[in-house]
């Protein structure tokens, strides 16, 4: 069945330091993707998208890499900083359209 | 832009009591919006799919008639936990999508959750 998983139930890095973020998705009719960061007690706030026509996309300190030939979508945060500790998440449509499916979940630490 | 907010953001209730949570829109309109629910280290997992004017559609497993939904209007979605009971206890969240993207593939935007713990 459709399923989003990530490599790395954990990781920590320290403060400056570049933190990359896995995900591997199964379903290969999926056409887009969310990354979302969740801090302890609140809700998931939207990060960065990407859609399937595109293999790379760029935001403020964050960079998203989708390469569909292994399924596989990876978030990038540029000198991390404390306020980064999260749990991140990636996030994909499938077939099913607006429904999204959610990976386990990556708890990013960042040691001063 | 693109505030979702939810009400309350924690209850305690007695087991057997019904709970009602709300989730709105605050600068869009959302023709769809998303109930989760999210156990302690675990990923979100959908509940239903609540569509303005229409029932909401739900996941397999999931009990239509203890998790009531009604998205009355496009700028608000209501979840009532019946007779609730201490397995019910979760972090429930809601998003909502932007009727205007006029894409399948809307980005959904997250309310802050709330923590219901049934005793």
């Keep these: 069945g459709e399923s989003v998983g990530l490599h790395l139930p954990t990781l920590s890095v320290q403060e400056g330091d570049n933190s990359i973020i896995n995900c591997a998705y199964s379903n290969s009719a999926s056409d887009y993707f969310i990354w979302y960061k969740q801090e302890s007690g609140k809700g998931p706030q939207f990060i960065i998208d990407i859609r399937s026509n595109m293999d790379k996309r760029q935001g403020q300190r964050v960079t998203v890499l989708l390469n569909k030939t292994v399924k596989h979508l990876s978030l990038q945060i540029a000198a991390t900083q404390p306020g980064d500790s999260a749990v991140y998440f990636c996030a994909e449509n499938g077939s099913s359209g607006s429904r999204l499916t959610f990976g386990e979940g990556t708890q990013l630490t960042v040691n001063p | ?119």
Aim: glycine share 6%; proline share 3%; aromatic share 10%.
């Design chain 2, 1 to 119: 832009g693109a505030v979702v907010s939810q009400h309350p953001s924690w209850v305690i209730c007695k087991s057997g009591t019904s709970v009602k949570i709300e989730c709105r829109s605050l600068d869009f309109q959302a023709t769809t919006m998303f109930w989760y629910r999210q156990f302690p280290k675990q990923s979100l997992m959908l509940m239903a799919t609540s569509n303005e004017g229409s029932k909401a559609t739900y996941e397999q497993g999931v009990e239509k008639d203890k998790f009531l939904i009604n998205h009355a209007s496009l700028t608000l979605s209501t979840l009532t936990v019946t007779s609730a009971h201490p397995e019910d206890s979760s972090f429930y969240i809601c998003s909502a999508r932007d009727v205007w993207s006029g894409v399948s593939t809307d980005t959904q935007y997250f309310g802050p959750g709330t923590r219901l713990t049934v005793l």
